[in-house]
């Protein structure tokens, strides 16, 4: 199983960014994280298998989401009025069993692509 995320970069803050993560080998319940200079890695937005059911984290909820095509084996985090505090390396990950927001129980993660704002 191969996770490989694209789209990051400097942007400012009010600015949007899509975020991708193709993954080839599956198909998985799948997870946003993201990881801040100094900071333990943290649970930013999740999908289902299907699609159908998905949660975010308090501090992203009604800017960021999360979406997927299961056709192309990709998922999406559209990111909207994005804030400095967003900063941060962003990775997807893949999980067999669970629809979680807990990094331990997923199996597979993408090597991160790093998102900066701009105040």
């Known amino acids: 199983v191969r996770l490989l995320e694209s789209g990051g970069g400097l942007v400012q803050a009010g600015d949007s960014l899509r975020l991708s993560c193709g993954a080839s080998?599956?198909?998985?319940?799948m997870g946003w994280f993201r990881q801040a200079p100094g900071k333990e890695r943290a649970f930013v937005a999740r999908?289902?298998?299907?699609?159908?059911?998905?949660s975010y984290a308090d501090s992203v909820k009604g800017r960021f989401t999360i979406s997927r095509d299961n056709y192309k084996n990709t998922v999406y985090l559209q990111m909207n009025s994005l804030k400095p505090e967003d900063t941060a390396t962003y990775y997807c990950?893949?999980?067999?069993?669970?629809?979680?927001?807990?990094?331990?129980?997923?199996?597979?993660w993408g090597q991160g692509t790093q998102v900066t704002v701009s105040s």
């Open positions: 990950a893949a999980s067999k069993t669970f629809f979680s927001d807990i990094q331990y129980n997923y199996d597979y």
């Open positions: 080998g599956g198909t998985f319940n």
């Open positions: 999908i289902s298998l299907s699609g159908i059911s998905t």
